[in-house]
């Protein structure tokens, strides 16, 4: 397992020296609202677009993982190079997404392989490993870029560097067993009828809240710009106290995962109202360094929603895909409709008074719509 947990630490490295600053970058660069509700999706929707596309490829998790992550490294180079070229920029960073998609469906096989019988913990455990990478990596980026923008560039082209390294690091991973389509030919006709039930109802649930949750973020980024002032300094201090509060929390939140995966689904949500109440009432950034500890709860209960997938599907890889895709129309959907809700309601009114306006809007309906989590069904436990 040496070779998961370096692939996890470097590959995580690698996505927080460039991904949590990209809506900034956009932000501050100048491009407009479009293009940064597309960015604020896309590591959302686009993997679920990949992983749909190769459903039918019979290629091994091994071989998804390797290849999907050698070509967003070389993808992050290029938009490294192409940082200050606006929609190029925006094109390439696309691409990283999705091809970011097949290989995070060739990792999530694994991990579902070598989880099975104890989800929360094991789920957890790699989570954990990749959080150290990635606060590592946003630290050091937040601290050298500062303000100054024009730095940007060098640290997503790294970030290709150590995604590259990193797919290199599972080549001497051996997949013991291949992937199983089905777990057998006689699975009874009630059982894969239950499946279908329970993960069509959860897909609605979870869309439905994607929706939703999405519509807020472009304007995060908008919101640090405009009305915090943040530099890139300030923005990595904010994923940087998620990613130690994610730290601590992670194994425990995983045994709640264990012990009552609803509950962990219908929690995690609720917090999620956290962060845009936050950004609509705060009045500096101290504040929101203090909402950022709530992240630590919210980012680990996202295993339980993997989980489920994994616990309640026949066919785990079409199950997985689905889950992703469905997610990744849903934060489209939302994404663009946040950047056209801002565009209007900013023509009305002051913008930062409009920030504050879409952000408790959304606050509020996250709640309500946290609520479904509690009366979805979750009987068939850790197969």
Known sequence: MKNLKIYSILNNLANGLGNPFVGFFAVSSGLSIHFVSLISSASTALPGVSQIAILKLKS????????????????????????????????LYLTTQLTAGIASLGWTLILEKISRGKRGMELARYSFYANIGSLTATLLTGYVVGKNLNNMGYFFIASGALMILSSLSLLSYKHEEEYRETETTSTSTTRIASSINALRTFYLVNASYMV?????????PIAQVYKFKMGA??????????????LILQRIVGVLVDFNRKIAMFSGRLLLAVFPLGYALSSNVYELYLIQLVAGYTNSAVIAYTAYVMDHSIDKRKALSLYSFFNGVATVIGSVAGGALYTYISTLEDP?????????????????????????KDTARYR
């Open 352 to 376: 930062v008074s409009s920030i504050d306006t879409l952000m408790l809007a959304i606050g509020i309906i996250r709640i309500l719509l946290s609520i479904p989590y509690l009366y979805i």
């Open 233 to 246: 300094a300030e923005v990595g201090l904010l994923t940087v106290i998620a990613g130690v509060s994610t």
């Open 212 to 220: 939703v949750m999405s519509l807020a973020w472009p304007l995060f």
């Open 60 to 91: 091994n998790p091994k071989a998804l993982a390797i290849m999907g992550t050698l070509f967003s490294g070389i993808l992050w180079i290029l938009a490294g190079i192409a940082a200050t070229l606006g929609p190029l920029f925006v094109g």
